[in-house]
């Protein structure tokens, strides 16, 4: 990297390890994929972490992917058709009757975007299976210029993908989700978008610099309309499940929602250990949160993502 | 607020009165202390809280009626009573506290969470946890960065009953006065038209700037300050000051 401000983008703290797919550096820096190789990349590598997180989230409970009734993929870092749910039931073993959806292009907030449906779903369909994949391979999709623009964007996210299943049952061992509140920023429309860099014949990730604030302005809006539906303060939220956007941005949620740094450990620890990992961030995060089994039977939790639209996601969970 | 038993609360103007009116700190009190910050953050328009006792004492510390000797301790009332200070910690108000007479142990603690302290010059003020053979809460936090390591020391382990003008001298109470009203008056007036959500901000950015690194508190200082400048209150500051 020639620009040192680049350069820094990299160095900072608050990101200790990403996971990326890229080619080997060549002697006169990084050799240029060409956007074919980046969405070939794209659906290799999307079938491999896939297959895993599935793997993790079902075995555990003893299911299989032909036990799934309802399968629902989400990513944004590549096109294609027919979509991930498709290419998933022919490679990983997916009844050919599954119903299924794929949300395509809603970016890092998408994960609550298809938790919504899914949940419906899940409760027109008492005992069945829905499983939600969000899988984002973000080295499939970047350009490499050298520019503090795409700077920001190359050294925030990182490759990952992560599962989960949804069931309406009486004797669930996971929260209940009881209730959505979206909120959408039509002022800030552009503020996150893909561009396509006719340069380089590639698409390229647009991130304003003021986007951190903007979700800070807003972020109290879709709390309070949640909490207030369910006669709940803030205070009342034992658990806050974010998605870990960037340092700037969970800063902004922190000072404006009024939350601690206790409250978004989760949130600041997976974006130092994976980076941004877009639509299943949020979810890296909540396994870290039952892993500690600091919840109790009671206890209510909040998850937010926010993301392109400019969009500001928002779920409660009731254990 | 009703149903209170060992608090009394009343609201005169801006200034909401809590007086303690039991000697000794209970879990019932601890309970009422909560009740009266979820008003306080409800319902309450008042922007300055003062917390005071009765009888001319402060308070006399942890109620050990609480307690059973002959039962196995835990330690869920102190968090409850931690929590507590926490919620008047962190009050999107500023804060004042009257102390006279005795102010010790959990009194000494109520006190180090406000934002500015009055004594009268009958006050007397000890952490005396330590020779009692347990500990002063989250004041072995707090102490410190109030009056430095070395007089946190002092103060926590010796156990030392410190006169107003002691304490004074450390920065634990900022005014000694005969004429308590009158010195409750002229504080709040210095406290200014106060902004909620600049005292809640500039509040916990000071009380965060010990434990946080300079990296990350210019991080939390840029998201703080982006709020605060779009609050009426700054956006009416300009109005008035770019005519002038």
Known sequence: MANP??????????IERRHLVLPEPSADGIPQESQEALLKKHRHWALRLAREAIEACLSPRGLKPEDIDYLCCISSTGFMLPGLTAMFIKHLGFRVDCQRTDVVGMGCNAGLNGLNPVA????????????????????????YDDTIGTGVVNSLFGDGCAAALIRAEESADGPALQDFHSHIIPEAWGAMRYDWDLSQNKFSFHLDRDVPYVLGVHAETPVNGLLGRHGLKRRDISHWIIHSGGKKVIDAIKYNVGITAHDVRHTVGILRDFGNLGSGSFLFSYKRLLEEDCVHPGDYGVMMTMGPGSTIETALLHW | M???????????GNAAHV???RSHIDMAMVRELTQV????EDESDCKVVVFRGEGGQFCKGIDFKDFRPDQPMDIHGFNKWEKACMRIERLPKATISIIEGTCSGGGAQLALVTDATIAHPSARIQFDEVHLGFLPGMATFRLAKHVGL????????????????EAKDL???????????????????????IHNVAVYLARRLLNES????????????????????GQTAFLDTIKRLSKE
């Not at chain 2, 608090?7 to 005169?12: G, I, T």
């Not at chain 2, 634990?172 to 038209?193: H, R």
Request: with cysteine; charged share 15%; hydrophobic share 45%.
């Open chain 1, 5 to 14: 401000a680049v350069r820094n983008l990299f160095q900072a703290s608050h």
């Open chain 1, 120 to 143: 419906s779903w899940a409760v027109a369909h008492p005992g069945q299976n829905a499983l939600m994949v969000c899988c984002e391979i973000n080295s499939a999709l970047y350009v």
């Open chain 2, 2 to 12: 009703e149903g209170l038993n060992t608090l009394r609360y009343r609201e005169d």
């Open chain 2, 19 to 21: 007086t303690l009116v």
């Open chain 2, 37 to 40: 910050c979820d008003h306080l």
């Open chain 2, 150 to 165: 070395g007089h946190a020391k002092r103060i926590i382990m010796q156990c030392p009953v410190l006169s107003p003008e």
């Open chain 2, 171 to 193: 920065g634990l109470v900022q005014t000694i006065s005969e004429d308590l009203d009158a010195a409750l008056a002229q504080m709040i007036e210095a406290f200014g038209p």
């Open chain 2, 210 to 229: 010990y434990s946080v690194d300079f990296e990350n508190a210019i991080g939390h200082f840029l998201a703080a300050q982006h709020r605060a400048i």
